[in-house]
């Protein structure tokens, strides 16, 4: 197992697994590319999720409403293209695969991908409870959403198409692969909050069949084959501009400026989560099953944003008063509008993407994403920690 060291910075003291050299640099540095390194025990990644980790499936799809510029700059100025994903630049799963020194994950719609290094599910705009689900309470999905149901039935279709001809290939595989179900479940209470403004109270009815979704694909993964499971919890979203823009005139603050009874809500789903997770570790004793702090690792990087440039030339701070504002956006407190979403006319980006937290008050940049992802895999906000350094031991 790994041990760990401690490094000062500037009074405050930041823990760092001692991890392979290659694996930090591929962080640190961002590139697109792996770097020639030692074999890694994980030889595929398959993801499913939203827009915290679809690299390209919705644009694909025909992206519409909130997510209809990602197609176009300024989406994709940090690659220097737009490539679908909701940011500037790269995402959490892309610094999981690069530092498994794998090829970044292809969409599982582009049919013209390599998939040797596994497939990508997740949708832009996806929740995990179907639509019908949904509507039932008149909570409404985008026409282009893809449930987390829809997206284990593309799964399947894709090991029956490409990944395995046979039974026993396909377990042989997919036991050498790192399955990433989620995070999801994020949509399925935004829809409910920012449409229809419904109470907290009332969207806490939606937890434990959204919880139930989860462990449903995360349990049919297993009985296909799947040994190495991350299953992370949900961003503060009372940290989000989008909800800031909303709901701050409450006077609901806490110290960091987030709302707390959001904050709170989202802590409740990610308990019941880890329940539910301790429920699978149970049951599966023979599995490895990785619960990701995107929560609390998002906290750290809001309560240390200010040193994170020390030390590391490539890793700049980020501003101590934009943390809670959007790059991209169309002005105001929060430089967030739900009418004039980033890309749209009249809205303007930031001038160093790299110094904000938030990409366009929904999504987070590139740098941020980085950050978050060096503490899930070096800092101990995934658990258990051992599973996470022997994934990834390359």
């Not at 940090?78 to 940011?87: E, I």
């Not at 449903?216 to 503060?236: C, H, M, R, S, Y």
């Not at 409740?268 to 049951?283: P, S, T, V, Y």
């Given at each position: 197992m790994a041990t760990a060291s401690a490094a000062?910075?500037?009074?405050?003291?930041?823990?760092?697994?001692?991890?392979?050299?290659?694996?930090?640099?591929?962080?640190?540095?961002?590139?697109?590319?792996?770097?020639a390194a030692a074999a890694c025990s994980v030889d595929a990644i398959y993801s499913f999720g939203d827009s915290i980790a679809d690299t390209g499936?919705?644009?694909r799809e025909g992206p519409v409403g909130f997510f209809a510029s990602i197609g176009?700059?300024?989406?994709?100025?940090?690659?220097?293209?737009?490539?679908?994903?909701?940011?500037d630049g790269l995402l959490i799963i892309d610094y999981f695969a690069m530092a498994l020194n794998l090829s970044l994950v292809s969409p599982y719609l582009d049919k013209g991908a390599d998939f040797a290094s596994g497939a990508n599910f997740a949708v832009a705009g996806a929740t995990a409870l179907d639509r019908a689900v949904l509507l039932q309470s008149g909570i409404m999905a985008p026409p282009a959403s893809v449930p987390l149901s829809s997206q284990l039935d593309?799964?399947?279709?894709?090991?029956?198409?490409?990944?395995?001809?046979?039974?026993?290939?396909?377990?042989?595989?997919?036991?050498?692969?790192?399955?990433?179900?989620?995070?999801?479940?994020?949509n399925d209470y935004n829809y409910g909050f920012l449409q229809g403004f419904r109470s907290i109270e009332a969207m806490k009815a939606y937890v434990p069949q959204v919880i139930n979704a989860?462990?449903?694909?995360?349990?049919?993964?297993?009985?296909?084959?799947?040994?190495?499971?991350?299953?992370?919890?949900?961003?503060?979203?009372?940290?989000?501009?989008?909800?800031?823009?909303?709901?701050?005139?409450?006077?609901?603050?806490?110290?960091?400026?987030c709302l707390r009874s959001y904050n709170a809500?989202?802590?409740?789903?990610?308990?019941?989560?880890?329940?539910?997770?301790?429920?699978?570790?149970?049951?599966?004793?023979?599995?490895?099953v990785v619960y990701a702090d995107y929560y609390g690792a998002f906290m750290h990087l809001l309560d240390h944003a200010s040193l994170l440039e020390l030390k590391h030339?490539?890793?700049?701070?980020?501003?101590?008063?934009?943390?809670?504002?959007?790059?991209?956006?169309?002005?105001?407190?929060?430089?967030?509008?739900?009418?004039?979403m980033c890309g749209a006319p009249g809205t303007t980006t930031c001038a160093d993407p790299a110094r904000n937290v938030s990409w366009d008050g929904i999504h987070l940049?590139?740098?941020a994403y980085r950050a978050i992802a060096l503490s899930l895999l070096m800092e101990g906000f995934a658990q258990p920690d051992d599973a996470v350094q022997e994934i990834w031991s390359c």
């Open positions: 000062c910075h500037g009074g405050g003291i930041v823990y760092y697994k001692v991890l392979p050299m290659s694996m930090f640099l591929l962080l640190l540095r961002g590139l697109v590319q792996p770097v499936n919705l644009l176009s700059y300024p989406y994709g100025q940090t690659l220097r293209k737009p490539t679908g994903r909701c940011s593309w799964f399947k279709a894709h090991l029956n198409a490409t990944a395995c001809p046979s039974l026993q290939d396909c377990a042989k595989k997919l036991a050498g692969a790192l399955f990433l179900v989620g995070e999801i479940g994020g989860i462990m449903d694909v995360a349990k049919e993964v297993i009985e296909l084959g799947a040994t190495q499971i991350v299953i992370p919890g949900n961003f503060p979203i009372g940290c989000s501009p989008s909800y800031l823009s909303l709901f701050a005139a409450s006077g609901d603050l806490d110290d960091r400026g809500f989202a802590q409740h789903h990610n308990e019941q989560l880890q329940a539910a997770i301790d429920g699978l570790r149970k049951a599966n004793t023979d599995v490895t030339s490539l890793v700049p701070g980020f501003e101590q008063g934009a943390l809670l504002q959007a790059c991209c956006g169309a002005g105001g407190a929060y430089n967030f509008n739900m009418n004039s940049t590139q740098q």
